[in-house]
Each structure stands twice: as structure tokens, then as C-alpha cells.
């Protein structure tokens, strides 16, 4: 499904990805670990099509399509979600509005109908719910005030709300208190399907207590240094990063 | 019918910035060129005035004479010969249009072409889906038709071309032209006052809420000549009515002036909602051609518990001069301004308002959006002004700047002069960049760079653009979206 080739990235003329590779096979979960600055939000900025992201070699594809040549918001209708490690406020644009915007603009990208407004609502009430979101939440300018938390569970609504293929969640633990953790997870979960694959970019094995990985990916220095199963997690949590850092 | 007008409108929007740019092919009659009092005596004799009005006029040109034009805005344009210019244009036909089936078929397809519901029947009948409302159609120099005269006349609402008002109303004329904004206020007024040639004149008697919106629709057609709307509404005791203005010219690579002059007076318990959708030509993105567009509009709130409220939206005119203000003179009236202020290209934008607070408790709102693209320019100018009577008055301000690209600017200039200590004012303003961070957190969820500028505007305005009536709002949120059409990427 997602397949990652040799990457380079340089971000303002400077490499940060160095020759990355990676694949998660559809129906499959991976966990990205790294340590700060590894370039793991670079990764993440990169697949979703960022500007300023300048893919110097290598390739990404996503089920066989080069998605490097996608601006973002193509790369949106082809199904790519980046939860992002600090999502931003838009004033004036309630999130109801922007997440119905959002589902339109991919459907008329893939060739489909708008979705109506009545079943538009009915989702948003029932994944609102199954989040344990207040419908309040949803009619305010999108993330405008609330708190760090707040905008992470958000994230999973729309997330939840578009049903992308291949889910990106970038530091979606952080910020999160322990009951909003489950509720989160509880969420991401729901979305495993044969034909989606995720990436989940955390610090902490916690979370891999609630979403279990498939394989567990080291990132550090730009490059993937080790893979493993979830067993990798656990380690790291005992032990650090240092040794890859020094073989990075 | 209509709906597929519709779709094609909305289609030529989104391939054409400027789709109000052609000219009507019409046999125009104009004044002779340059400015003196044979042509202040032709445009009376025009217009069948009475002597009165005609010395007012020359009274007003006396006076503009002596007048400098001022130079304390923030727009900079050549100087303007006014002996370059015909201050009269009007399509030929005998006397005055009587019915729409005597207008001129050129003309009336115009107003098609532009989406201005001319046909009461087709209207009432809810045909072409045409919202419901009243319009004067002013063409150049006149006034092509005005609808549902007949119907608004039943409840006693007089809704007329000023010209027609001067000779069938002459005691209400008098009795409040000039009385809002001085004939010598400023230069722009001032000349106004002497050539002005056509705009609305409503009436609402006491306690009558006025049955319908009424609009007038200023179409600027004629080259090299200027346009000298003068509108005048009075909403009498316990009054209400809303009023929409909008206005559209041709593509022209000569600069044209339009300098008007709007009078509000609201007595006792009135309402007036006064809109604006200024939709001037801008001029091409060099900074060639477009409107100067120099307005004096000013609502007096006479009336104890008045009350006024403008809103608008001004995304044409390759400059921007207008200041709609209110004099808050009865107790506890109120005045409100809500503006979106939109420049591109090279437009030139000086706008704001003056709160004139004289009456006890007495209370305005300011909320001012800018939105600067391009090499644009645009400033908020303001004055709240609160007089030793005017015990207790409140005003609130915000003036938000949106900065699109790095070649644009955007200024805010309040003024703020308290002379009674209980006056509580309040003032907060902004000035953002739209953020490449926000416009990549909306592409990732979907949507392409034109239509994310789009969402984040709408967001940032979304506060004045619901002061509109529902009738236009629609329609301002269109135009929004096209005025900005390419200025990021
Ligand atoms: N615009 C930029 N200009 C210069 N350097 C940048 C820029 N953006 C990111 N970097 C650098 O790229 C490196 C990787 O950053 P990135 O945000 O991808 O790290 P990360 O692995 O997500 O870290 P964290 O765990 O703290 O979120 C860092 O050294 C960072 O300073
Ligand atoms: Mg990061």
C-alpha cells in the first residue's frame, strides 16, 4: 500500500530525511519512534505534500501511485490524512462547515456526488458520539480556544469523518489526558480496515497499549535504524535511544 | 431559465475576475464637456428642476470653486482635471421611461446581463427565482426604472428617483437635502451638490415598517464621464427599513469618477439598515483604468432610540475614499458600521467611519475587515468622538487586517476624542498574514489552494457578511471569493 523508496528531504536547503525506506502493507499499523528532531514530523509533512518539503531523491507511492507528484490537496482526495502534532485554528469556519467543505472537495476530486446535508449531519452526530464529542464543540470556529487535547481529538474527528486510506497520526498522544487516550484509541481502532494502512508517530509505548502496531520503525537521524515488532516499543522505553543515535 | 442565467454567472465568476466590464452600445445624450454654470443649468434644466433647486446647485458651485481637494488619505492618483470630464450622460429617450415596455430593450437587457430584477410581475410571481425587492435602476445620469412604486405607495413608503422627488415632494426635499451632510462638508460633497444627477429618494412615513428591501442599482456606463449619485432616506417616528445599494461599471483603461453623497435621517424610534455591495470596476492588475470612488455618507440619528446600521462590502474602485458615518445626536440611539474592505492589484483603499456620540447613552459598533492583496493598499481610518452631553455613550471597535502575499499593506488610523469622563470606549485591531501553515492544514483535508483561500476569508469576514440580508449575502460572499481569485501561489 504505502511504499517509501531511499527518501531525501531537505527543508530549507537542509537534509533532514536521508535515505529513508518503508513500507506498511494495507491492513497494517506501523509505529514511527524517534527522537526529537529525528525528522519524523518531516516525514509526515512530506507524504501529506507540504511546500517547502523539497524531495532532493527517492519515491513514495501509495497502492502504485507516485504520490510526490500530487499537490496536497490531491493527495487528500486519494485518501492521505495527516492528524497533525499541532493542528491550527481557522476563525470563522466552525468545524461542521469545514469538515463538510473538506468531504466535498475530496468527492468532487474522485468524481463522486456531494454528500447531503441531512446524512452529513447524521454522521457527524454518531462519530461525534462515538468520540464523545459535545455537537457544540463542532459549531465553533474549528480548534479557535480549545484546549491542547481538544484539537487532538478533533483531529480524529475529521479523521474519522473523511475515512481516509492511509492515516497519518503525528504525536496524536500528546496533550492527551488518559481517559481522552482510550477514547482516541478506541477511535483509531475502529478505523482499521483490510484496505487503510497507519503510520503513528509517538514518543510513548503507552499508546501502543491501546493501538497495537504491527511493526515498530526507529527513525533517527533521517533513517529508519531498526524495525521490529511491538516488542521494539518496549525496549526503547526501557532503554533509550542512544544506541541508535551513535549509529546514526 | 433563470437558474441556468445562474450557473452561467457563477461559471463566467470563476473564469473572469471582472464580469460586469461591458459597455451598453446606446445613443447617449451628454452634457457639454467641463464644468461652469451652463452645464449646472442644463443638468437642472434636464431634470425639470424647480428654481430653488437650481440655485442650490449654483450655490454649492460657487462655493466648491474656492475648495481645495484634500490630500490627507492614504491614496495617491494623479490630479484630476475637471474640465476633462462630462458631468451629464444619459441614454436618449422622450421624457422619462414611463413603463418598462417603453425602456429602451438595450437597456433592459443590460440589467438582465447584470442580474437586476427589473420585471415586478416576474418577480412577484417568483419567476427566474428573483429575490423580492424593490429596485431603482440609475443608468450614468438617470434613472431607468423604479419597481414596485405602486405596491410600496399602498402603505405610504415613497421609493423614487431624486429628480422625481425634487418636483412631487418638493416641502420633504428641502426640508432635509443638505441637512445631513452641508453642501460645503468637503470638496467631494460639495461638488456633488452642485452637478449631482440621479439617486434615491425614500420616505417612511410613521410607524410604518417598510414591506420590502429596496435597492438602488448604479451602473456607470459612459466613458470619461462622472457619476454623481445623491441618495436621501428619511424613516419618520417608529419607522424600519433596509436599503441596498450596489453598483457596477464597464472595463475602461480611463479612470472614472464617481462622487456621492448619501443623507440617512432617522427620528424618533426609526431604524435605518443601510447596505452596501461596491463592485466598481478596479482597474486592470497594473493599476490601469477603474473608479475613484469618493464618498461622503453620513445618517443623522435625530430621533431618541434612532437607530442606523451600515454595512459594506467594497471590493472595486481602483481607489477607495468613504468614510460612512453617524451623528448619534438622540438619546440612546445607536449606530453601527460593519465593513469588508477588499483590495487587489493595485487598489487604494482609505475607509472607515466617524461615530459622532452627542446624545446620552448613546452606543455604536465598529467591526472593520481588511483584506489586502497584490500591491494593494489599504487603511482603516476611524473617529469616535464623544461629546461633554453625551453622558454614558459606549462605543466598541475592532478592525481586523488580513494580509494576503508580501506586496500588500494595510494601515489603521483611529482617533478617539472623549469629553465626558463616563463614556466607556473600547478598541481592539489585528493585523494577521494568511499563514502558509493554515492554508496546508486545509489542502491536506481536501480542498485546492483557490478554494482554502476562500474558506479562510469567509472566516475571517464571516461577522460582517452576516449584518447582510440574506438576499445579498450570498452574493457578497461570491464576489469576496473573486476579487482574491489568484492572489496567493
Ligand atoms: N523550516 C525548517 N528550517 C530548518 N530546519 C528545519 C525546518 N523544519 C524542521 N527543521 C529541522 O528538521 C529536523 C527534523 O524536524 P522534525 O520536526 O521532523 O522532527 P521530529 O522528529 O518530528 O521531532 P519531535 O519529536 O520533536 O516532534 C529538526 O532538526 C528541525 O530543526
Ligand atoms: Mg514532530
Known amino acids: ?248 | 431559465m433563470a437558474d441556468i442565467d445562474t450557473i452561467q454567472t457563477v461559471e463566467a465568476l470563476a473564469g473572469d475576475k471582472y464580469v460586469h466590464g461591458f459597455v451598453t452600445d446606446i445613443e447617449q445624450e451628454f452634457a457639454a464637456k467641463g464644468l461652469n454654470t451652463d452645464v449646472i443649468r442644463f443638468i437642472s434644466a434636464k431634470k425639470n428642476e424647480p428654481d430653488w433647486m437650481l440655485q442650490w446647485r449654483l450655490d454649492a458651485y460657487e462655493r466648491w470653486l474656492v475648495m481645495d481637494e484634500p490630500d490627507w488619505a492614504k491614496v495617491s492618483y494623479p490630479r484630476i482635471d475637471y474640465q476633462d470630464l462630462y458631468y451629464y450622460a444619459a441614454p436618449k429617450q422622450k421624457d422619462g421611461p414611463k413603463s418598462l415596455d417603453e425602456v429602451d430593450p438595450e437597456l433592459l437587457d443590460t440589467y438582465k446581463k447584470l442580474g437586476i430584477p427589473l420585471r415586478e410581475q416576474e418577480v412577484l410571481a417568483g419567476v427566474q427565482g428573483a429575490p423580492r425587492y424593490a429596485v431603482d435602476a440609475v443608468f450614468d445620469s438617470v434613472s431607468v426604472v423604479t419597481t414596485f412604486k405602486a405596491e410600496l405607495a399602498k402603505v405610504g413608503v415613497i421609493f423614487c428617483p431624486l429628480s422625481e422627488a425634487v418636483r412631487d415632494y418638493p416641502d420633504l426635499v428641502r426640508q432635509y437635502l443638505g441637512s445631513v451632510v452641508p453642501v460645503s462638508d468637503n470638496y467631494f460633497a460639495c461638488l456633488n451638490s452642485a452637478v449631482f444627477s440621479e439617486g434615491s429618494f425614500v420616505y417612511v412615513p410613521p410607524g410604518v415598517r417598510c414591506p420590502m428591501e429596496l435597492s438602488t442599482y448604479f451602473r456607470i456606463n459612459a466613458l470619461n464621464t462622472g457619476q454623481f449619485e445623491r441618495t436621501l432616506i428619511i424613516a419618520d417616528k417608529g419607522s424600519y427599513v433596509s436599503y441596498l445599494e450596489g453598483c457596477t461599471a464597464p472595463m475602461r483603461d480611463e479612470n472614472q469618477l464617481h462622487a456621492a453623497v448619501v443623507e440617512l435621517i432617522v427620528l424618533d424610534d426609526a431604524e435605518i439598515k443601510y447596505s452596501t455591495v461596491q463592485n466598481w470596476y478596479p482597474g486592470d492588475a497594473d493599476g490601469k483604468g477603474g473608479i475613484y470612488n469618493f464618498v461622503t455618507k453620513r445618517a443623522d440619528c435625530r430621533g431618541d432610540r434612532s437607530k442606523v446600521s451600515w454595512t459594506q462590502v467594497e471590493t472595486g474602485s481602483a481607489i477607495t475614499w468613504k468614510y460612512p458615518s453617524c451623528v448619534l445626536r438622540g438619546a440612546d440611539s445607536m449606530g453601527e458600521f460593519y465593513s469588508i474592505a477588499i483590495t487587489n492589484g493595485r487598489q487604494q483603499a482609505d475607509t472607515g467611519t466617524k461615530m459622532i456620540h452627542l446624545g446620552a447613552g448613546s452606543t455604536s459598533r465598529i467591526i472593520a475587515k481588511g483584506i489586502s492583496a497584490g500591491r494593494s493598499s489599504s487603511t482603516y481610518r476611524g473617529l469616535v468622538s464623544v461629546h461633554p452631553k453625551a453622558r454614558g455613550a459606549r462605543n466598541f471597535t475592532q478592525c481586523d487586517s488580513l494580509l494576503i502575499g508580501k506586496t500588500c499593506a494595510a494601515h489603521t488610523v483611529p482617533y478617539i476624542e472623549a469629553r465626558n469622563a463616563s463614556a466607556q470606549l473600547e478598541h481592539e485591531a489585528t493585523t494577521t498574514r494568511l499563514s502558509e501553515d493554515q492554508l496546508f492544514y486545509v489542502m491536506q483535508r481536501g480542498l485546492s489552494q483557490e478554494e482554502a483561500v476562500q474558506l479562510l476569508v469567509n472566516g475571517f469576514v464571516k461577522d460582517v457578511l452576516q449584518e447582510l440580508p440574506m438576499e445579498f449575502a450570498v452574493e457578497a460572499q461570491k464576489l469576496v471569493a473573486v476579487s482574491l481569485e489568484g492572489s496567493v501561489g
Open chain 1, 1 to 248: 500500500m504505502l511504499d517509501i523508496q531511499n527518501l531525501q528531504v531537505c527543508v530549507a536547503d537542509k537534509p533532514i530525511i536521508k535515505g529513508l525506506s518503508l513500507q506498511v502493507p494495507a491492513g497494517e499499523v506501523h509505529a514511527i519512534m524517534g527522537p526529537n528532531g529525528a525528522g519524523k514530523s518531516t516525514l509526515s509533512y512530506t507524504l501529506a505534500g507540504r511546500n517547502g518539503y523539497e524531495v532532493s531523491g527517492g519515491s513514495a507511492t501509495l497502492n502504485g501511485e507516485d504520490l510526490l507528484a500530487l499537490d496536497a490537496s490531491a493527495r487528500a482526495a486519494r485518501g492521505v490524512f495527516l492528524s497533525f502534532q499541532y493542528p491550527l485554528e481557522i476563525p470563522g469556519v466552525p468545524a461542521l462547515t469545514f469538515v463538510r467543505t473538506a468531504m466535498n472537495a475530496q468527492r468532487k476530486a474522485r468524481g463522486e456526488p456531494e454528500i447531503s446535508a441531512p446524512d452529513f449531519l447524521k454522521r457527524a452526530r454518531a462519530v461525534a458520539a462515538s468520540l464523545k464529542m459535545d455537537m457544540n464543540m463542532l459549531k465553533r470556529g474549528l480548534n479557535v480556544g480549545f484546549s491542547g487535547g481538544e484539537k487532538k481529538r478533533m483531529e480524529i474527528f475529521q479523521m474519522a469523518m473523511l475515512e481516509p486510506r492511509l492515516l497519518i497520526l503525528d504525536e496524536t498522544d500528546s496533550g492527551l489526558d488518559i481517559d481522552a487516550l482510550k477514547i482516541v484509541s478506541e477511535g483509531v481502532n475502529a478505523l482499521r480496515a483490510p484496505d487503510r494502512a497507519m503510520l503513528v508517530i509517538t514518543h510513548y509505548q503507552r499508546l501502543l497499549d491501546y493501538i497495537r502496531p504491527d511493526r515498530v520503525h526507529v527513525l533517527a537521524a533521517g533513517r529508519i535504524v531498526a524495525s521490529g515488532g511491538p516488542e521494539l516499543a518496549q525496549q526503547l522505553e526501557r532503554e533509550g535511544y542512544e544506541k541508535y543515535e551513535t549509529a546514526a
